[in-house]
């Protein structure tokens, strides 16, 4: 029998030529640097954003990082427009690359990456994104991720809006790669941290109509 839960049915399925405008909560941002990389020195350290849309990400990365760029390949009316994977970045122009790319382009967004981050890129995607034949022999083969970072919450996203009460039945992680790291990638688990990062303004009419 099909299973029409509303969890279920909001999983992410687009169109091949979407945009694939899913803004990430807040909170799920923080968590990358509350509990999976070190932020110690992030504050003398340069993002990238690469694929921002309203800025929902970026913004609390600047909460971080000193220098924070962001574009888009669309326009939001909060960055350039650029499509990441044609802009001409200079290589190792920042120091980390950080963002929750279009998931179709996800694989090609951390080959770019690769080439534009001097220490790191963190990627927020599916948990199924560790899955796949293609991926393993094009990508995880030969650059395992230093640490994979499973949130044991839901991150419910939702298209072209930040939705408090949004619910999901996928799983989302996320993966880095860190310049200098030698050893067996890291499986580790990003606790219940929801309730604790959220912030009173991270859903407020004007960062919601900023999208
Ligand atoms: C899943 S959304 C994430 C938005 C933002 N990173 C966040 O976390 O809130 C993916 C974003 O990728 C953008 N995008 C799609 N293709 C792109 C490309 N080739 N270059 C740059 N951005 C792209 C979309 O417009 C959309 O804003």
Redesign the pocket.
């Known amino acids: 029998m099909q299973n029409t839960s509303h969890a279920v049915m909001s999983q992410r399925v687009e169109p091949g030529d979407s945009?694939?405008?899913?803004?990430?909560p807040p909170w799920a941002?923080r968590a990358l640097l509350e509990h999976v990389i070190s932020k110690s020195a992030t504050r003398e350290m340069s993002c990238l954003?690469?694929?921002?849309?309203?800025?929902?990400?970026?913004r609390v990365l600047k909460e971080y990082f000193s220098d924070v760029r962001c574009?888009?390949?669309?326009d939001?009316g909060y960055a350039p427009v650029?499509?990441?994977?044609?802009y001409p970045h200079e290589t190792n122009a920042v120091d980390w690359v950080i963002?929750?790319?279009?998931?179709r382009?996800a694989e090609e967004?951390v080959a770019r990456s690769f080439e534009v981050a001097r220490r790191g890129v963190a990627v927020?995607v599916r948990s199924v994104f560790l899955e796949s034949v293609g991926r393993f022999n094009r990508l995880f083969d030969a650059h395992p991720p230093s640490k994979f970072a499973q949130f044991v919450e839901r991150v419910p996203?939702v298209k072209g809006r930040l939705d408090p009460k949004a619910s999901t039945a996928t799983g989302y992680a996320w993966l880095v790669w860190q310049h200098g790291f030698d050893d067996c990638p890291r499986l580790v688990w990003i606790p219940p941290c929801r309730r604790t990062l959220e912030k009173p303004n991270d859903y407020s009419n004007k960062q919601l109509s900023l999208i």
């Open positions: 945009a694939d405008d899913f803004p990430t941002t954003e690469p694929a921002c849309g309203a800025g929902h990400m970026a574009a888009d390949a669309y939001y650029r499509d990441f994977l044609s963002t929750n790319p279009p998931f382009l967004f927020l996203m």
